[in-house]
């Protein structure tokens, strides 16, 4: 209903502003400070304040006095607060959001918008594990596709593989040059790509340490491939193709763990076998922009504030990376209504370059997103310890679903529900828990901030962190069973709700149904502006009025029947929120903790 509030509130502060020939450009709407009892306040009095000489708590009483709410279906009244002008909600914003949250599984999830998105991510290259430090690509990227998904996009997640780089070059000529005899070290992992990691570790050691004359006869091999890959040579295809799916067979069941899965995973060298990587080279070179400097094409950037050329031919004739990328974002604006790249910092001028040329080439950009991330970095510790390898994901996950084990059964004895839990239920929850623990931790932070995961932190129940948040879902789940137990009926998804909202008393109750009200809202912003972060943000608040009324507001042993009925439908709404607002996340929501 938050949502719905709003879209009452803006023509009515705009038909006052109007009123009183006051710009209307600006209506400084907004969530009110925390010590200020309202559902929207604006701050339009400090912007106006110069334009008609007074003070602004004046400005906001001529502005709130001329706001007219009567044909609104949820605005109650309008006051002030200093330079503030307050909108409160009535008892209908509360019983209809009751009645929309509580029976809804999937209160939150916004209408269809008939608009595709493409959203890519992680796309390491496939020449090993995926490493920690990486982590936070799949883990963002896949939030943000959940969150497009919420807010009703229709959403493709792809995975774009560097199957025509020198690496796999590299890594398929190493492939083919050694026998397992030649390795030094067993696979750290029994799983595929731990196995051939090593055989592209050794190729690179050799590059790096054998004599000249077979580093030279080396390099004309990994040429070979590469102008093979150019020219379109199916065998060539084949023997790079093995090497890469290979690996990344491996991969995808690394990263089937936190979860993150993929629609598509699309080959760099699909736009060379298709020409579309040729035709872009051809187009690039008859720009204003091109020259042929150092043995190759490059583009000047200039006009777009780019220092740097951009590089998109070789002298032999080959293109790069980021020729096929064109080419693969042309492919996507055919394809898709809005495209949205998920890329590490060090990708930044990559970006920048490729928009630019991509307007260059006659495309709108407009449809084009980037979210920008910095690195996780790991405290000193048990998980820096494994040299020559790094630390990789699957480590993390693992220590993750370790600690949070100790963890669940050292809090046995708090438990305040009365069921047991079995070894089945403490290794459930320990994944649920564990693996919520590092994705709720990282996709938590602001993507372009850098950030030290730190497992104390990561695993506090008390602190607002994954199992924090989770224990709201947890101890949700546990009054609706009570309830059911004892035969009490309880809200069922898809069930019209029949409860008497206003006797929910206590300011505890109520501000937790303002909670649940503003999630549709937090939904549309976080996804306008790209941010899963803050849906995190809004776990934490959640939680925090939702233990506020855990404290206050006995729910199956309440004083009357009706109140217990509106009690539970305030559980039932808040299971759905939680549930949902960590789906987002990618994080599970326990039924028992």
Same mark, same amino acid.
Request: charged share 30%.
């Given at each position: ?24 450009? *600006? ?46 279906? !949820? ?6 607060? $200093?330079? !503030? ?7 209908? !914003? ?43 690509? &799949? ?29 796999? +070059?590299?890594?398929?000529?190493? !492939?083919?040059?050694? *026998? ?26 050799? #590059? ?72 872009? +080279? ?5 720009? *204003? ?25 070789? /002298? ?76 990789? #994901? ?19 004895? *708090? ?51 994954? &199992? ?18 004892? $035969? ?13 909202? /206003?006797?929910?008393?206590?300011? +505890? ?10 999630? &549709? ?63 987002? #996340? ?8």
């Amino acid at each position: 209903m938050f949502r719905q509030f709003r879209s009452e509130v803006e023509p009515a502060l705009a038909d006052a502003l109007a009123s009183l020939n006051l710009p209307t450009d *600006d209506l400084g709407i907004e969530r009110p400070p925390d010590d200020m009892d309202a559902t929207l306040a604006s701050s339009v009095a400090f912007r106006l304040a110069g334009e008609v000489g007074d003070a602004p708590p004046n400005v906001a009483e001529t502005v709130a006095d001329a706001v007219d709410v009567s044909g609104t279906d !949820y605005v109650e009244s309008v006051d002030t607060a $200093g330079p !503030y002008v307050n909108f409160h909600a009535n008892e209908r !914003y509360l019983a209809d959001t009751l009645d929309a949250a509580a029976p809804d599984a999937d209160y939150g999830v916004l209408p269809d918008r008939d608009t595709s998105v493409v959203v890519e991510h992680t796309s390491a290259n496939p020449t090993g594990p995926v490493h920690v430090g990486r982590a936070r690509n &799949p883990i963002v990227g896949d939030a943000v596709a959940n969150l497009l998904e919420y807010a009703g996009y229709d959403v493709d997640r792809h995975y774009y593989v560097n199957d025509a780089g020198r690496q796999m +070059a590299v890594f398929t000529w190493a !492939y083919e040059r050694f *026998d397992e005899s030649d390795l030094e070290n067993d696979p750290a992992r029994d799983r595929v790509e731990y196995d051939l990691v090593r055989y592209y570790r050794k190729g690179n050691a050799f #590059l790096e340490e054998a004599d000249e004359a077979a580093v030279e006869a080396a390099e004309s091999e990994i040429q070979s491939i590469l102008q093979g890959l150019e020219a379109g040579d199916e065998d060539t295809y084949e023997r790079v193709g093995e090497v890469v799916d290979t690996v990344l067979g491996g991969m995808k069941d690394c990263l089937a763990r936190l979860p993150a899965e993929f629609d598509e995973f699309v080959k760099e060298t699909r736009f060379m076998r298709d020409g579309s990587t040729d035709d872009v +080279a051809a187009r690039l070179k008859e720009t *204003d922009q091109a020259v042929y400097e150092e043995d190759a094409w490059q583009l000047e950037l200039d006009e777009w504030g780019i220092d740097k050329n951009l590089v998109f031919l070789r /002298s032999d004739g080959t293109g790069l990376y980021t020729t096929r990328d064109l080419a693969h974002h042309e492919w996507k604006f055919e394809n898709y209504d809005r495209a949205v790249t998920v890329l590490g910092e060090d990708h930044k001028l990559q970006a920048d370059q490729l928009g630019a040329t991509l307007e260059l080439l006659g495309n709108d950009t407009d449809p084009l997103g980037h979210v920008i991330y910095s690195y996780v970095n790991l405290p000193d510790g048990k998980m820096s310890t494994r040299k020559g390898t790094g630390v990789m #994901l699957d480590d993390l996950l693992d220590e993750a679903i370790d600690r949070a084990r100790e963890a669940v059964e050292s809090r046995m004895n *708090d438990r305040i529900r009365g069921d047991d839990l079995t070894e089945e239920d403490v290794e459930r929850i320990a994944h649920q828990v564990g693996i919520g623990a590092v994705r709720y931790d990282i996709v938590s932070k602001q993507p372009a901030k850098a950030i030290t995961f730190e497992w104390e932190d990561a695993l506090d129940f008390e602190a607002q962190s994954a &199992p924090f948040v989770q224990y709201v879902h947890a101890r949700c789940a546990g009054i609706l069973d009570e309830a059911a137990e004892q $035969g009490v009926d309880v809200p069922e998804p898809g069930d019209a709700l029949d409860v008497d909202a /206003s006797a929910l008393e206590t300011a +505890a109750a109520r501000d937790l149904l303002r909670e649940v009200a503003r999630f &549709p809202a937090a939904i549309e912003a976080a996804a306008d502006d790209l941010e899963p972060h803050t849906i995190a943000t809004f776990t934490r608040e959640f939680a925090d009025a939702y233990n506020a009324f855990y404290r206050e507001c006995p729910v199956v042993t309440a004083e009357t029947d009706d109140l217990r009925d509106a009690r539970l439908a305030v559980v039932a709404a808040a299971k759905h929120t939680m549930a949902n607002a960590l789906d987002v #996340l990618g994080v599970e929501a326990p039924e028992s903790m």
